[in-house]
């Protein structure tokens, strides 16, 4: 598994974020090891609730373990495989979140942004993880693939009016959007 948890400072401003806003229904792009998962999760009310999409099954079954640990086992449900056609098939069945941390692969930040939006209750808060890039983002030299699709997102956030949007310079970048009610 690789070492690319969310850093311990990203982790207590996710908790405090789902503290203030208390959701009921928190969508996770990318478990990985369970970090987020356990930060997101223990904030949550008593009959909040945590879907994490986590496209492999052995790191799902990492955090699940985590999560049983930490006491949070019976708040998350994981669900396996491309997140992207995950979220197609909960909009589908008519399922809606009203948080989001989007922390799994750069070159779809766009499109996860594009479908939480569809699976997204009015006033929902959509959070995602190292859109700066170690600050390549604002060099135009820089064209790998994952950089450029950052760009794309940051962009998409900036200039969609159903958000209201901040990027933080909180350790790789952090956007935090709001959907307009």
Same mark, same amino acid.
């Given at each position: ?30 478990? +990985? *090891? ?8 223990? @904030? $949550?009310?008593?009959?909040? #609730? !945590?879907? =994490? ?18 006491? +949070? *086992? ?8 491309? @997140? $992207?056609?995950?979220?197609? #098939? !909960?909009? =589908? ?89």
């Amino acid at each position: 598994m690789p070492a690319i948890s969310v850093k311990p400072e990203v982790g207590r401003f996710l908790s405090l974020l789902v503290s203030i806003a208390k959701p009921r229904n928190i969508m996770e792009i990318g478990a +990985l *090891g369970g970090y987020s998962g356990i930060m997101l999760a223990s @904030a $949550l009310d008593k009959e909040g #609730s !945590l879907t =994490s999409l986590e496209l492999e099954e052995a790191y799902a079954n990492v955090a699940k373990d985590n999560l049983n640990r930490a006491g +949070l *086992g019976d708040k998350v449900k994981y669900v396996i495989g491309p @997140a $992207l056609q995950n979220m197609d #098939s !909960l909009h =589908s069945a008519g399922q809606q979140y009203d948080f989001f941390f989007i922390d799994a692969d750069k070159i779809n930040y766009p499109n996860y942004f594009q479908a939480a939006l569809k699976l997204a209750t009015p006033g929902a808060v959509i959070v995602a993880d190292n859109t700066l890039q170690g600050d390549n983002v604002f060099d135009e030299n820089v064209t790998t693939a994952h950089v450029t699709a950052i760009r794309e997102f940051n962009e998409q956030v900036a200039t969609d009016e159903r958000v209201e949007a901040m990027l933080l310079p909180l350790c790789d970048g952090l956007t935090i959007c709001r959907v307009k009610p």
